[in-house]
């Protein structure tokens, strides 16, 4: 899972689609406020929508999403 930066590029800020912070989050086998499994790694909790792989809540070291950042997950590599 990544966060991203989606807004306009100021100088010294992160390029729109910039990976700005990234987490393995695993599942914790709980379910979250918003109803669907929780996962979690790294500073990063997540309610994932496992038909979708939609994020429907998200904390960064405890704080929701910041206005402008969006998420982005893909599978872990396991081959190997």
Known sequence: MAAENSGSHAAGSPRPGAA????????????????????AGEGMVADIDPA?????????????????????LSERDTDG
């Open 20 to 39: 700005i912070r990234s987490a393995v989050v695993t599942a914790t086998g709980e379910t979250g406020e918003s109803g669907y499994p929780r996962y």
């Open 52 to 72: 979708t792989h939609t994020v429907q809540a998200l904390l960064i070291d405890g704080s929701e999403l910041d206005y402008g950042l969006s998420v982005r």
